[in-house]
């Protein structure tokens, strides 16, 4: 089973593959993205953050085109004013979801940067010089006469 597989599969269906294949607790109070989080870990199935934001970005801007062209027939229709309502509010809505999961995807491409910039052994940085030998030795003091009376 690939991770593309369990991002197809219902909650239920997860949540009866967790209890049955994996020896997961807590999963009746998951969320799917925690739950497959979970199996593919139980089942080291790779996860990659990325593949489910491209993946579902790209079926809600398919959902939004569709939702478009229904708005602009329902327009040159004179049609019902409360089911365009309700479709500029889902267009909205779905915007938003797109607009949210690319924030998500550029934050985790660079929570994953920073992960491997972090694991890269870095260079100790030289030493600072030390100061010369003339400067730290106090300069002889000028010898005065004695003071006569």
Known sequence: MELKDL??????????????????QGVGGMEKEELIKAIAAAKKITYDETFKDTHA??????????????KAELLASDGDR???QRMQR???????LTRHLAHEAKTAAARKTAQTAAAAPVAPAPAAPAPPKEAAEPAPAA?????TE
Not at 7 to 24: C, D, G, I, V
Not at 57 to 70: F, G, N, P, T, Y
Not at 143 to 147: K, M, R
């Open 143 to 147: 010898e005065t006469p004695p003071a």
């Open 7 to 24: 991002q197809r599969l219902t909650l239920p269906k997860l949540r009866e593959m967790a209890k049955e294949a994996t020896e997961l």
């Open 90 to 96: 889902k267009l909205k809505l779905e915007k938003r």
């Open 82 to 84: 409360k089911k365009l």
């Open 57 to 70: 970005i790209h079926a809600i801007k398919l959902d939004i085109r569709a939702l478009k062209k229904q």
